[in-house]
């Protein structure tokens, strides 16, 4: 059974930076697709990021292309989001999720999710 786990939340000003880690088990990287959620208070949650299966391809919401990166490490099993030039409205609950097959920018089409982690950023 794969499951993910999300670290790496925290609270920073406008500007700063913040690493969020996510850990998968029961499965290899390189047998799933890992993507990043947010969603904020009564808002839908939305696609944020995604590592394909094979590790060459990414795709990224247009609000955070050239802000945000997204890497894996094999060895780890880990899939971690780099976040630059944080804005307010970048504040969430940052979930991980993993699908057996390809990306998605859909959350109906993840199986396995995440506790989630905060992300504050506000002055």
């Known amino acids: 059974q794969l499951q993910v786990v999300e670290s790496g939340g925290g609270s920073v000003q406008p500007g700063g930076s913040l690493t969020l880690s996510c850990t998968a088990s029961?499965?290899?990287?390189?047998?799933?697709?890992i993507g990043w959620f947010r969603q904020a208070p009564g808002q839908e949650r939305e696609g944020v990021s995604c590592i394909a299966r094979g590790g060459t391809a990414f795709s990224y919401v247009d609000s955070v292309k050239g802000r945000f990166i997204i890497s894996r490490d094999v060895a780890k099993n880990t899939v971690y989001l780099r976040m630059d030039n944080l804005r307010p409205e970048d504040t969430g609950l940052y979930y991980c999720a993993g699908r057996l097959t390809h990306c998605s920018p859909l959350t109906e089409n993840f199986h396995s999710w995440g506790q989630g982690t905060q992300v504050s950023v506000s002055s």
């Open positions: 029961g499965f290899t990287l390189d047998r799933v697709a």
